[in-house]
C-alpha cells in the first residue's frame, strides 16, 4: 500500500501489474483469514474505507489500471470484487491457454494500451510455483515457472515505462537454508531482470 500510493502521488496516471498466486482484493468484510495481507487491492482501490488505520490513503487506484497475472487462488468474496468491479485478470488458466508472452501483451493492451503510463510492477514470490520460491508465507502449487516470472519482468523492462518494482513475500524464516538461499536468490533476479538484465 505504502509503495503504490508513492507511486501514484509521482505518477497519478500510473497502472499497476500485480503478479500473484492471491488477488489481496478482500476487504474486511469478505475475509475469511482476517489477514490483512489478503486485503490491500481492496484500499488501494478504495473499495473498503472503514479501518481508520488506512484513511491516509488519499488517491485511489481506478480498477482499470489495475491487472493481475498468475492468480490460482482467490477467495469467492474476491471473486465477486473482481467481477463487479470489471478488474482484469490473468489466472494460471490463461497462462497455460496462451503462453506467458501473449499474457504480458495482454495485460499490458488493457491497462497500458497506447503504452505510455507508467508502470509499477508488484511481484509476490508466491506467484512463482513453490518449486521456484519455496520460501514464503501462502505457497499455491501450480504457480509460474522460473522463466514465465522473469519474462514478464523483462517484457516490462523491455516497454520502458516501468518506474516501480515491489519484490513481495520472500520470507527468509520459513523453511531450510537451501530453499531460503533460493528464494531470496529467485527474488534478486526477479529485481535484476525488471531493471534490465536480459539473457544476451
Ligand atoms: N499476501 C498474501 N500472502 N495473501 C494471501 C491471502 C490469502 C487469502 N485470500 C486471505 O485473504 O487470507
Given at each position: 500500500m505504502g509503495t503504490i500510493s508513492g507511486t501514484l502521488a509521482h505518477y497519478p496516471d500510473a497502472c499497476v501489474v500485480w503478479v500473484d498466486a492471491h488477488a489481496d482484493i478482500n476487504t474486511p468484510q469478505t475475509t475469511d483469514s482476517g489477514n490483512i495481507h489478503g486485503m490491500p487491492v481492496s484500499f488501494l482501490l478504495g473499495l473498503d474505507k472503514s479501518l481508520s488505520e488506512y484513511q491516509w490513503i488519499n488517491r485511489y487506484l481506478p480498477a482499470n489500471r489495475l491487472v493481475y497475472i498468475g492468480l490460482r487462488d482467490v477467495d469467492s468474496g474476491e471473486k465477486k470484487i473482481l467481477r463487479e468491479n470489471g478488474i482484469k485478470a490473468f489466472s494460471m488458466h490463461e497462462v497455460d491457454k496462451f503462453g506467458i508472452g501473449k499474457v504480458v501483451e495482454m495485460a499490458l493492451d488493457h491497462v497500458n494500451p497506447k503504452r505510455d503510463l507508467p508502470i509499477h510492477l508488484s511481484f509476490d514470490?508466491?506467484?512463482?510455483d513453490p518449486s521456484v520460491a519455496?520460501?514464503?508465507?501462502t505457497p499455491v502449487r501450480g504457480g509460474l515457472t522460473f522463466r514465465e516470472g522473469h519474462y514478464i519482468c523483462e517484457a516490462i523492462n523491455e516497454t520502458g515505462l516501468l518506474v516501480a518494482l515491489d519484490i513481495m513475500e520472500v520470507n527468509p524464516s520459513l523453511a531450510d537454508a537451501a530453499a531460503v538461499a533460493q528464494t531470496v536468490a529467485v527474488g534478486n533476479s526477479l529485481a535484476r531482470a525488471a531493471l534490465g538484465e536480459s539473457l544476451l
Open positions: 514470490v508466491d506467484g512463482l519455496p520460501s514464503t508465507g
